[in-house]
């Protein structure tokens, strides 16, 4: 494996909102991660290379409670004003989870970002701004 937490963390720093984003993608895609794994009720991200290994970062905050129930076009709503620059990663958290969002898989090929929820669905993909 070639990357590290720490390296990933370091890259993460930067990012201060959801505009950052495209910017700490490309990152860690040079580090050598080829796709990774979010869970939104914990904030444990598991980072995969181009072999399938892979290491996570465990807990990272509190647990939040997903709702059972999705409400996708909220989320979408959501989703938008983070990615505008208009929230903090915990508070987007915090929208997932109230909006029945498990987490999220990003393919850093593909540059595809795709939210499931608690029955591990696909509810939207979304392209990586590059």
């Known amino acids: 494996m070639k990357f590290t937490i720490e390296e990933i963390k370091a890259e993460h720093q930067k990012v201060k909102s959801g505009a950052d984003f495209p910017k700490y993608i490309l ?3 040079s580090l050598g991660v ?3 794994t ?3 009720s914990d904030g444990n991200t598991e980072y995969f290379d181009a072999e399938n290994n892979s290491t996570n970062t ?8 997903i709702s059972e129930h999705l409400n996708l076009e909220n989320f979408k709503n959501q989703l938008k004003l983070h990615q505008e620059g208009g929230t903090d990663y915990m508070t987007f958290c915090k929208d997932c989870a109230g909006n029945g969002v498990e987490g999220w898989k990003m393919d850093l090929n593909k540059m595809t970002c795709t939210y499931f929820d608690t029955m591990k669905n696909d509810i939207l993909v979304e392209n990586i701004p590059s």
Do not use: D
């Open 38 to 40: 979010a869970s939104v």
């Open 27 to 29: 990152a860690i895609k």
């Open 58 to 65: 465990g807990s990272k905050y509190e647990t939040l409670n």
């Open 34 to 36: 080829s796709h990774y």
